[in-house]
């Protein structure tokens, strides 16, 4: 089947590990940020969001970091599953009345057994 | 399920033709946005529709379009393919134009020969 993110970077984590995916963000006024989890010929699943009068949310198995002054997220998922290998894109957005979003380039996550 | 469907979900056209793809959003959403994403990259803002209008737009030709309806499904058309545009294309509906959580459909994928 088709295979999104063939060039993608990649991270490989053994099953029950923790992960960690990072993302950098360009947008000083992004006020908003949502990670998303992409398996191969689907689209975005909606995991987790935070906003930037937050640094920390969490979700089940999931955390999401943000550091406004570095214009860095991060995305922890705790006891890796097989059923997280995806693509994962951090995507952030201004909010108001069209709050398109801008997506990072996206990390491969690989779960090995 | 993210309760957005889109239709169809491949097709292939040859260059010059036209094409319309299809969206519902979720229930009760009235925003919808398309995006474009090329193989091995984070999807791309096209345009949103909030009341059957369209009120913004990423960077892409007029050849690009779109329509919203009174239920607020979604098309977006694409005149004179070009084999560039050749890419995944997902709708997401949002709740309310003010309310910037995304869900996205599965994507049509669009193969321009």
């Known amino acids: 089947g088709e295979s999104v993110g063939l060039h993608l970077p990649t991270l490989s984590v053994q099953e029950g590990d923790n992960s960690i995916i990072n993302c950098a963000y360009s947008?000083?006024?992004?006020?908003?940020f949502i990670w998303y989890k992409q398996e191969s010929g689907k689209g975005p699943q909606f995991i987790i969001d935070?906003?930037?009068?937050?640094d920390k949310r969490q979700g089940q198995r999931v955390t999401v970091l943000l550091n406004k002054t570095v214009k860095h997220l991060s995305l922890q998922i705790a006891a890796t599953q097989p059923g997280d290998s995806a693509v994962y894109f951090c995507?952030?957005?201004?909010?108001?009345?069209?709050?398109?979003?801008?997506f990072g380039t996206g990390t491969r996550l690989q779960v090995t057994l | 399920e993210t309760g957005v469907t889109q239709s169809p979900t491949h097709l292939i056209k040859t260059r010059g033709q036209q094409v319309t793809l299809r969206c519902s959003s979720q229930?009760?959403?009235?925003?919808v946005s398309w995006y474009q994403q090329a193989l091995g990259q984070g999807p791309q803002f096209i345009f949103q529709?909030?009341?059957?209008?369209?009120?913004g737009r990423g960077n892409f030709p007029p050849r690009f379009s779109g329509l919203q309806f009174p239920n607020y499904s979604s098309e977006l058309n694409v005149n004179a393919l070009e084999l560039d545009d050749s890419a995944l294309y997902l709708c997401?509906?949002?709740?309310?134009?003010?309310?910037?959580?995304?869900?996205f459909g599965q994507g049509t994928r669009l193969t321009v020969v």
């Open positions: 995507a952030e957005t201004r909010t108001g009345t069209a709050s398109k979003l801008t």
């Open positions: 935070i906003r930037s009068n937050m």
């Open positions: 997401a509906s949002r709740l309310r134009q003010a309310n910037p959580e995304a869900f």
């Open positions: 229930s009760g959403h009235n925003t």
């Open positions: 529709y909030y009341r059957e209008e369209e009120n």
């Open positions: 947008n000083s006024a992004s006020d908003y």
